[in-house]
């Protein structure tokens, strides 16, 4: 995980993916093996990685946006950050939505590094719902159903 502070620096570590943040703190264990506590106030948004990389942008979101409507099923959400930035994201449309300390979601590019975010409840400033997506459901052929009605 790639922890993103509203400071611009970053921590780089592990979580427990389940719970990870509580009581308004997030617990991490860093590269070198300490535990270390981080105020949720502080953080802008955690990002789940496939890899860690180096540099000013190791979690690597290339795109913020989706380009077009998003095909997996789910909340499509646009955020507005306290510092200005703006994102969007496609949330599981269940009770995790519920959580107290943030929202977690998928980017809109799934090739980049970066494979979910969380954002904390603390670093929004606006939340808006821009679409649910529903899973396509196939319909069954009903020409042949109805051949029989007309035949003699």
Not at 33 to 44: D, R
Not at 59 to 76: D, K, N, Y
Not at 113 to 123: C, E, G, K, L, S
Not at 130 to 148: N, S, Y
């Amino acid at each position: 995980m790639i922890v993103r502070k509203f400071s611009r620096d970053w921590q780089s570590g592990y979580v427990d993916p389940v719970g990870f943040a509580h009581d308004g703190r997030l617990e991490m264990l860093d590269s070198a093996g300490k535990v270390l506590t981080i105020a949720l106030q502080e953080v802008k948004m955690m990002c789940f990685v496939r890899e860690f990389l180096t540099g000013d942008d190791p979690e690597r979101l290339i795109r913020r946006s989706f380009s077009s409507r998003p095909r997996t099923p789910g909340l499509w959400l646009r955020m507005r950050l306290q510092d200005g930035d703006d994102l969007e994201g496609l949330a599981s449309n269940d009770v995790s939505l519920l959580e107290a300390e943030g929202i977690q979601f998928a980017p809109p590019d799934m090739r980049s590094n970066t494979q979910r975010i969380f954002i904390p409840r603390t670093a929004l400033q606006s939340l808006e719902l821009v679409g649910v997506i529903h899973p396509t459901v196939r319909r069954k052929d009903t020409a042949a159903e109805q051949e029989g009605l007309f035949a003699s």
